[in-house]
């Protein structure tokens, strides 16, 4: 007896939507069972990850710093799987792209004018999408696994931002610890509501991203392109689409929303370019991307839930005593039932049951 996965002939349109309120109860789920077995009262335990964070205006501030980059990064994301590209680096981009839009603030501190912001917003697009570009390079150009390429060059990205940290970036009067000048006013991106909390603009640059990205794929060519190549790339060849060409493109659009997510980081949250400028929003993004189907849309209310990950690992860290890296299983949960659901929406599990022929071969 064998397990294999056989392809329905239609999938479910029901299912395809309620996958992922399917993989977010199971996931509430394995976590109420998460909890019992570390002696933790499941009820309280959930109501102190997801509902706590979410009573008082200053964490639904720190709910929206967390998704703003969470978002922007995932809508980049969506499209790039769509077209069939898989990049898996988005942290080293958004690590770039931070480094790339401090250079103004830490190279020209004189530099202070109404163009300091928008030119280290610039930069930081840039910055990400050229390291967006190798394993694009890699994969046209020597076909390359781009999976690999571009998570090994997100470990080479942070290697680079801490040498700089703690190198030639390091403030001078920072009494020896790592990290650049504080920046000035006019290259940190401002907050939205100052005297309620630090919720800064890049929520605002994220929804604004989603929108035009979703604009993009439904009603342009070069969305219609994207969807026929990540669909089926022989078709999208007989229309004279070049593949090529969409994964220079996959990679440059995820690659700069990357990295203009890690300077909108560095400059609204942080406020100077430290050794870690990211707790792995690079990663946890592609979660985002996948529980809003793949869509620039549906990745901010993604965004907004796996957002709250973080927040709940750190109240039940402070509430309840358990590890922060609680958020970290919880985000892993959640990918692997919205994987599996959308497995099984596309596949048929059967149980194929082999005869024991070989005698009878034998015997003839």
């Known amino acids: 007896m064998h397990i294999e996965l056989q392809k329905r002939p239609v999938p479910s349109r029901l299912f395809a939507v309620l996958s992922p309120f399917i993989a977010l109860g199971l996931t509430l789920v394995a976590g109420a069972i998460l909890f019992m077995a570390l002696g933790k009262n499941p009820f309280d335990a959930l109501y102190s990850f997801f509902i706590e964070p979410l009573t008082e205006i200053w964490s639904l501030h720190e709910l929206t710093i967390k998704a703003a980059p969470l978002i922007l990064i995932a ?54 999408a050229a390291w967006g570009a190798i394993p694009a390079y890699l994969k046209t150009r020597f076909n390359t696994n781009e999976i690999l390429t571009s998570l090994m060059l997100v470990y080479t990205a942070q290697l680079f931002l801490d040498w700089l940290a703690r190198g030639m970036f390091r403030d001078p009067n920072g009494n020896n610890f790592p990290g650049s000048v504080r920046f000035p006013a006019a290259a940190q991106l401002p907050e939205i509501m100052p005297s309620a909390g630090g919720a800064h603009y890049g929520i605002v640059l994220a929804i604004i991203a989603a929108i035009i990205a979703w604009f993009m794929l439904r009603y342009t060519l070069n969305g219609f392109e994207v969807r026929v190549l990540g669909a089926n790339p022989r078709a999208g060849r007989f229309a004279g689409f070049s ?117 009878a071969g034998g015997q003839a």
């Open 75 to 128: 809508v980049g994301l969506s499209v790039c799987y769509r077209s069939n590209n898989w990049n898996i680096g988005a942290e080293g981009q958004f690590i770039m792209g931070g480094i790339a839009g401090s250079l103004v603030p830490i190279l020209m501190p004189g530099f202070q004018t109404w163009l300091t912001l928008p030119l280290m917003l610039l930069l930081g697009m840039a910055g990400g």
């Open 243 to 359: 593949q090529k060409r969409m994964t220079f493109f996959a990679f440059l659009l995820s690659g700069g929303l990357a990295g203009l997510a890690g300077i909108a980081e560095v400059s609204g949250a942080i406020g100077q370019l430290r050794e870690t400028i990211s707790p792995g929003y690079g990663f946890t993004a592609i979660i985002v991307a996948f529980l809003g189907r793949l869509n620039p849309l549906g990745a901010i209310a993604a965004g907004f839930m796996l957002a709250l990950t973080y927040l709940g690992g750190e109240a039940a860290q402070m509430t309840l005593g358990v590890s922060d890296k609680v958020g970290r299983v919880f985000q892993g949960l959640l990918l692997f039932f919205v994987l599996g659901c959308d497995t099984l929406i596309h596949y048929q599990v059967r149980l194929v049951w082999r005869k024991a022929t070989a005698a």
